[in-house]
């Protein structure tokens, strides 16, 4: 240590030097995360494109009604929007209570520093640049900081990392160089594990590695979730399509009507003006009337709905959603990008297999409990200490041995800890079990299997063989061995040192893989979801992880399938395009290493899910479409991401991915059924127009038509239930229209079908003496009805099963049928005036009924011809 570290450590800053420090670099104080107002969060739902049209058609409509005196067209769609708007704000910000996490970051802890010559306590806050702290175990660290001092020190950057343990040291021979961060720095928000140390602070608050990340992760991204892109794209096409016809029926009503005027007028005065302004007034508000038809105002509530319910689907999952549109997003996800500690592992150290070579099961306890330091807590399933240590101690509680009791009946006489250089730790006790004075040592198997006797040269290759296998899995070794000494021996280097020690066991400590991540991982490779494994972790580790959970294959991977994220870093944006379609497995990576693997995947076209616990995580939570945080997770983690996995368990991933394909095969099946109703509706008052009969639906009529039966029908497709055959599926690719061929071709068949019946009945009533109440009165009906069958039909879209089928478990759907018929009844005998109907008789509407059920039986015979084609393909 140099002179003017010496210095440092007896001194430390004065007060000056504080304050000159605090304004030179700030406090010790993270900016928190922004958080939107309750009016922001609720004006962005107006920037769903669909929302954005009903905004123009009410304006438009509005218009209209102010010329007829007539607002019910308008109060609809007033009334859809905030239903919309207001449903998907409510269940947004009440996710968001529900998350409420506080930063835990403990900016009032009291942090040991140097100052003035002495050494006194200030809160972590109140730290600054060049401030001088002491740390001992059970620490954590407050703030970026260089060590100057430091005794058999190990730090848990596992939030920072995924590295449980790491050794750090002021000496230069034991600086790894693989490490994600110098041997001699320690990190913000990490934890001291064992040792002591004295460290000068070099950064502090959000110029921290901790700050800097969990700035990356308050960035906003700007990305779009796939189903806003769609939506996008629909807005465009109902726009571009409303417009259209909008504008052609203006100008040839307009020009036809000219036509037929002028040629009668001889002299023109001002009440032939009057007369040409009234006449393209009508066909003005005429046209409006086309747009607000080919809008579909039942389209936000449907999507707003359907992803409302998935929230509350996900939640009972252990998935609780904190932003709507992930729970769609997550089945349009091709890559997951996943941690390793915490997520694919426990993060539990566990003894996996212990080779016992003294039978004296007595003495191999009393050297755990006595040659550790760590505790377990009142319920003997967690540890406070050493992972390492507390792993030993809940194998020998697993046995049913009392690792306190056994503490407690030995005298310790002196103790020697852990180093880096020494790779072992000692302790001198006067033994229970042999009634005498032993020295008990644990440590690296390469060097206290040399200090063993007794041990034939079979034995000892026989073992190498055991550890090098072992070490190949992922796992640690430990050789726990003693010696009986003299009661005046009580140096424990020295006793260690001259050999002779006899081996207890050798101890085989892993991570353990989640139980429910190869399965969960296999299912989503057979669903067409790549899985990259991203960690701080060694190369080895990480390879042997990807092995046990089903994604590294022996034979097939090679080297261009793992890399470190050191050599990820020095790759141009084109060279590491080209690796990553290979990667499945990145090791030693930093925070910022995933981030641009995130963003590299996202030029490519992949929608991508992050999924992590650490601080580490942050930035690529933030940065990918879906961010998945664990519930044990820090919360900078959890305010990264999109969604929380409340039982910190990969299968709920795979749940989250089935519902979200469910889900947007939901919204389809609603956009063919509402489309289809627009589409009739637009061609049937177009061509009933030209054909000069009486408006067959009235403004009241198509507000029960387009709101009330659109709201009913969004409620009972989005409660589908989430159907697991769409993990069968690939995943649909980005660009894809949310209207399929498939769909096209529903809604130009049926719609078509539809509008042939109707415009059949317009002229049979033309053809019969004009239209009364009573033949419009059926025509409404027929039309309702056409639609009440036809939701059966959409219930099927994508598979070729009989509308009947899980009939009675769709509860929403039976609902939902009841209540249109109902609706429809009730509209029909006593709506009078207001809705323009009169009463039906019973018969009338039996042969309503039975007529329009064509529709679902054609449909369902359609559906019979493709299973028999299927089964004969098979």
């Known amino acids: 240590m140099s002179t003017k570290e010496t210095d440092w450590l007896s001194v430390g800053l004065n007060d000056r030097q504080v304050e000159e420090s605090r304004a030179r670099h700030g406090s010790n104080e993270l900016t928190p995360p922004k958080r939107p107002s309750m009016w922001r969060l609720y004006l962005e739902k107006f920037q769903d494109p669909v929302i954005q049209i009903l905004l123009v058609a009410a304006l438009l409509s509005f218009v209209v009604a102010f010329v007829e005196n007539e607002f019910a067209e308008t109060i609809g769609i007033v009334c859809a929007i905030l239903l919309a708007t207001g449903i998907g704000f409510y269940f947004e910000y009440d996710a968001a209570r529900k998350f409420d996490v506080l930063n835990a970051l403990g900016s009032e802890a009291l942090v040991r520093v140097v100052r003035n010559g002495q050494v006194c306590e200030v809160t972590r806050k109140e730290l600054v640049v060049g401030d001088i702290i002491m740390l001992d175990t059970g620490d954590e660290i407050p703030a970026d900081a260089e060590l100057l001092k430091a005794e058999s020190l190990q730090v848990n950057e596992s939030n920072l990392t995924g590295e449980p343990v790491t050794r750090k040291s002021t000496d230069h021979s034991d600086f790894d160089k693989n490490a994600p961060y110098a041997t001699n720095r320690l990190m913000r928000g990490t934890t001291i594990v064992e040792g002591s140390a004295a460290a000068r602070v070099i950064a502090v608050g959000d110029h921290t590695e901790i700050g800097q990340v969990a700035r990356e992760a308050t960035v906003l991204t700007g990305e779009k979730t796939p189903l806003n892109k769609q939506l996008d794209r629909l807005a465009g096409f109902i726009s571009k399509i409303g417009y259209t016809v909008a504008f052609l029926t203006f100008t040839i009503f307009t020009v036809h009507g000219l036509m037929e005027y002028i040629p009668k007028v001889g002299v023109w005065g001002s009440e032939n003006y009057w007369h040409v302004f009234g006449m393209v007034l009508n066909n003005f508000m005429m046209a409006v009337t086309l747009i607000v038809m080919a809008v579909p105002e039942g389209l936000p509530m449907a999507v707003t709905l359907s992803l409302a319910l998935n929230m509350r689907r996900m939640l009972k999952t252990n998935n609780l959603v904190r932003k709507m549109h992930a729970c769609e997003t997550m089945g349009a996800i091709t890559v997951i990008c996943t941690d390793k500690t915490g997520t694919l592992t426990q993060n539990r150290m566990t003894v996996s297999q212990m080779l016992m070579q003294d039978e004296n099961s007595a003495l191999l306890d009393e050297a755990i409990a006595c040659n550790t330091t760590a505790f377990l807590n009142e319920s003997r399933t967690e540890g406070l200490g050493n992972p390492t240590e507390v792993a030993l101690l809940l194998w020998m509680q697993g046995r049913g041995s009392d690792y306190m009791k056994v503490r407690q009946e030995v005298e310790e006489v002196a103790r020697l800890p852990f180093s880096s250089e020494r790779k072992y730790m000692a302790t001198v006790v006067n033994s229970s079990v042999l009634g005498r004075k032993v020295v008990y040592v644990k440590g690296a198997p390469e060097i206290v299997l040399g200090l063993c006797r007794g041990l034939s040269e079979e034995q000892i290759a026989g073992y190498h063989v055991q550890l090098k296998d072992w070490q190949m899995h992922a796992q640690r070794t430990l050789l726990l061995a003693y010696k009986e000494v003299t009661d005046t021996e009580d140096d424990c280097a020295a006793l260690v040192q001259s050999g002779g020690l006899t081996l207890l066991g050798l101890a085989a400590i892993s991570d353990p893989v989640r139980p429910e991540v190869p399965q969960a991982v296999e299912n989503c490779l057979k669903a067409g979801v790549q899985i990259k494994v991203v960690t701080g972790d060694s190369t080895g580790t990480a390879v042997e992880i990807a092995r046990q959970i089903g994604l590294w294959k022996e034979g097939d991977d090679e080297k261009k399938n793992c890399m ?81 996995l409340l039982d910190d368990s990969f299968r709920s991933i795979v749940t989250a991915v089935m519902w979200g394909r469910s889900l947007y095969k939901n919204i389809q099946r609603f956009v063919m059924f509402q489309l289809t109703i627009n589409f009739t509706a637009l061609l049937v008052v177009l061509i009933g127009a030209f054909m000069g009969t009486t408006l067959p639906l009235t403004v009241t009529q198509m507000l029960w038509v387009n709101i009330i039966m659109d709201t009913f029908a969004a409620l009972a497709l989005a409660s589908l239930p989430a159907d697991p055959n769409v993990m069968n599926e690939r995943p649909r690719p980005v660009g894809q229209f949310i209207i399929t061929r498939p769909i096209w071709t529903s809604i130009l068949g049926y719609g078509m079908a539809f509008v042939g019946f109707l415009l059949a009945m317009l002229l049979r009533i033309e053809t019969m003496g004009g239209m009364d109440v009573y033949e419009l009165t059926v025509f409404f009906t027929f039309f309702v009805l056409l639609q009440f069958w036809n939701l059966l039909n959409a219930k099927t879209y994508s598979t070729t099963d009989s509308a009947f089928k899980h009939l009675s478990r769709c509860v929403g759907v039976l609902t939902v049928l009841c209540l ?14 207001v809705f323009r109907t009169v009463p039906l008789a019973a018969g009338d509407w039996g042969i309503l009924l039975a007529v329009s059920s064509l529709v679902l039986w054609v449909g369902e015979a359609g559906r019979f011809f493709k299973r028999l084609c299927r089964k004969k393909a098979e």
């Open 564 to 644: 470190r994220g050191v050599d990820f870093a020095a790759l141009s944006d084109e060279e590491a395009l080209q690796r990553i379609k290979d990667l499945k497995v990145m090791s030693r990576a930093r925070p910022l290493d995933k981030q641009r693997l995130v963003k590299l995947l996202q030029t490519e076209g992949e929608v991508v899910a992050v999924t992590g616990d650490g601080t580490n995580d942050a930035p690529a939570l933030n940065f990918a479409q879906v961010g998945l945080s664990m519930g044990s997770g820090t919360s900078v983690a959890k305010e990264a991401s999109d969604i929380t």
């Open 820 to 833: 249109i018929l109902c609706g429809q009844w009730l509209i029909v005998q006593f709506g009078g005036p």
